[in-house]
């Protein structure tokens, strides 16, 4: 009886969930961020500003970073933060609820990108994301050094959270 009472709430906890809800919607994500020679933690924040836009923060710090030409990483070397806009586009599609696609634009201290995301949500507050980011311009054209770091094709994965 006991594990019956158990399948039935969490089956209802995973068909009452919704991804994105529109204006007002908040969601916060943390996770790990893989890079060419670097790895790390992101985190980012979105709210809703229309039934399918949002506009939010990313924020992300390398944590293994090797040394260039006999030189350690600073901090502003490891640390990177952007503006962000996403169109959060499964209702478009008739995509199930508990899922959503959303490509955007962001502007940061280093560059000019893009991403590409999925959150899959479990019950109302708990999902999981996946995002790739990639630089479109960046603000030297020739970056050596740790300023590579920052502008190039990244990918995280973690946890995401309505807030």
């Known amino acids: 009886m006991k594990k019956i009472l158990f399948l039935t709430i969490l089956f209802s906890s995973i068909v009452n969930a919704q991804v994105f809800t529109g ?16 790895t790390g933690i992101i985190a980012t924040f979105d709210k809703g500003i ?16 090797e040394e260039v ?14 503006a962000r806009f996403s169109a959060n586009i499964a209702d478009i599609f008739n ?10 634009l962001n ?21 999981i994301y996946s995002e790739i980011q990639f630089p479109i311009a960046q603000y030297d054209n020739d970056p ?12 995280s994965i973690g946890a995401s959270f309505n807030l």
């Open 23 to 38: 204006k007002g919607d908040q969601k916060f994500q943390v996770g790990a961020n893989f890079q060419n020679k670097g």
């Open 50 to 65: 229309g039934k399918n836009m949002s506009f939010g923060f990313t924020s992300s710090y390398l944590l293994g970073i």
């Open 69 to 82: 030409l006999g030189e350690k990483p600073n901090f502003d070397d490891r640390f990177d933060i952007r």
């Open 95 to 104: 995509i199930e609820e508990k899922l959503d696609f959303y490509p955007g």
């Open 107 to 127: 502007i940061g201290i280093k560059n000019f990108g893009a991403h590409l995301g999925a959150r899959y949500f479990f019950s109302e507050g708990f999902g």
């Open 144 to 155: 050596v050094g740790f300023e590579k770091y920052n502008n190039q094709f990244n990918f």
